[in-house]
């Protein structure tokens, strides 16, 4: 809705729909001008971090899986591998690589979600996706598809598709049986053509015109990999940095309009993670379909429209779909489910490739293995500056739509970066006054 006050023009979302959690917006124009846009986020912490003291380091996978229902994965597994890294134990390359299958489920069923059911009604008009399947069945059918395939990958490696139950510090608590794996071929066979059929669909919707130019953040994978679970922190002003200099290269403050911190890098800049940072860092690392599919549709070595995100998120799922295939080929068994990681005095630190962008894990253990401090910093929180002022750039240049439109089209800019609200809110530091 749209207040005028004194020649003001408030543009006032109360609760922002088609996202994970609960936000709103607001953006302020005085004299024409934007003078302020703030994404409000008002869902209350939930304090993992404060939770996770004092529970055992073997812990943390399970109780860091809650935090998002759609991501669980990513959780789990930046957990173990902060874990290990402070305990000094790297898992052999089979455990690995099961890792990594599961993760590409995660990131299939995720991109699916996005794409289908929160962000494709914005493009093709429609008010949510129950209004899309009225008129166009086929294409939300496809989705669940697609998404289907992805909790097909997470409940056979995971145990379960949602929170799954078979990760643990080390590895796994049992290895998938083989006729399962042959199970799974055609199911992610069906779940390409699907993405691939989804790189089309959404390469054709008309983009609104907008270019952030922001810095990049994301993972630089070793042995010529897209990044998912593993690599080097790298922004696209040329910095590389370890996973444990995370904390000096990203600065966070607290701002009053929001329960999660917003994130800035060293230097003031603001950046962003997520699928435009991944391609635009590691697009030279596509393989297969996904790399013909990103030059037919004109993806470019970089791409700065967020609207257009979703043109990428559909090309990381065919390029899921096909490292799923090519693992699927690869794995060949292992000696052990998992591996020992006895505990130790140490700080360990974890980042790999949530759907929405890099996640940040640090854990101090005592020697005994207790958690004597956590810190945790997901992909939304780190976004939010960034997308209050693409908001702002957005919303200057279309003050002349109509304020339904407007309104529309700025829910539609912050479901660009798929925000995970829920997420987010980890951090608050409380001041008490007292009088």
């Known amino acids: 809705m749209t207040h005028k006050i004194d020649g003001d023009r408030l543009l006032h979302v109360d609760a922002l729909a088609r996202v994970e959690g609960e936000g709103a917006l607001r953006v302020r124009v005085h004299d024409g001008r934007v003078v302020d846009v703030e994404l409000a986020i008002y869902e209350p912490p939930r304090f993992f971090e404060a939770l996770l003291r004092g529970r055992g380091h073997t812990e943390p996978p399970d109780i860091t899986a809650r935090i998002c229902g759609i991501c669980p994965v990513a959780y789990q597994l930046t957990a173990c591998q902060a874990i290990e890294a402070a305990c000094g134990v790297e898992v052999p390359d089979e455990i690995r690589l099961l890792r990594r299958l599961l993760y590409c489920g995660e990131w299939i069923e995720s991109h699916a979600l996005h794409v289908y059911l929160l962000h494709l009604p914005d493009f093709l008009g429609y008010a949510s996706a129950v209004d899309l399947a009225r008129d166009r069945r086929d294409l939300v059918e496809q989705g669940l598809r697609l998404k289907k395939a992805g909790n097909a990958v997470l409940a056979e490696i995971g145990g379960r598709a949602v929170h799954p139950v078979n990760v643990r510090v080390g590895g796994f608590y049992r290895l998938p049986e083989a006729d399962a794996l042959i199970r799974l071929r055609p199911v992610l066979q069906q779940a390409l053509d699907d993405a691939l059929a989804t790189v089309r669909l959404v390469s054709s919707l008309d983009f609104p015109d907008l270019e952030q130019p922001h810095e990049y953040l994301a993972l630089r994978a070793p042995a010529e990999e897209y990044p998912l679970d593993r690599g080097l922190l790298m922004t696209s002003g040329g910095g590389v940095f370890p996973a444990e200099e995370f904390g000096r290269l990203v600065v966070e403050e607290q701002v009053s309009h929001s329960t999660a911190l917003h994130a800035r890098l060293a230097g003031g800049g603001l950046y962003l993670v997520g699928p435009l940072a991944r391609y635009a860092l590691n697009g030279d690392r596509l393989t297969g ?24 998120r559909a090309v990381e799922t065919v390029y899921a779909c096909e490292e799923a295939l090519s693992i699927l080929e690869l794995w060949h068994g292992a000696p052990d489910a998992s591996v020992d990681v006895p505990p130790r005095g140490a700080v360990g630190h974890g980042v790999t490739e949530a759907p929405r962008g890099v996640l940040y894990h640090r854990y101090a253990l005592d020697a005994d293995g207790s958690v004597l401090d956590a810190r945790i910093v997901p992909p939304t929180s780190q976004n939010q500056a960034a997308l209050e002022a693409d908001l ?44």
Do not use: K, W
């Open 392 to 435: 702002a750039a957005f919303v200057q240049a279309h003050l002349d739509l109509p304020e339904e439109e407007l309104t529309r089209r700025c829910e539609q800019a912050i479901r660009n970066y798929d925000p995970c609200i829920s997420c987010a809110t980890h951090f608050l530091r409380l001041e008490l006054t007292r009088g």
């Open 289 to 312: 379909a996904a790399r013909d599919a990103a030059r037919e549709f004109g993806l470019g070595e970089v791409c700065r429209n967020p609207f257009r995100s979703i043109v990428v």
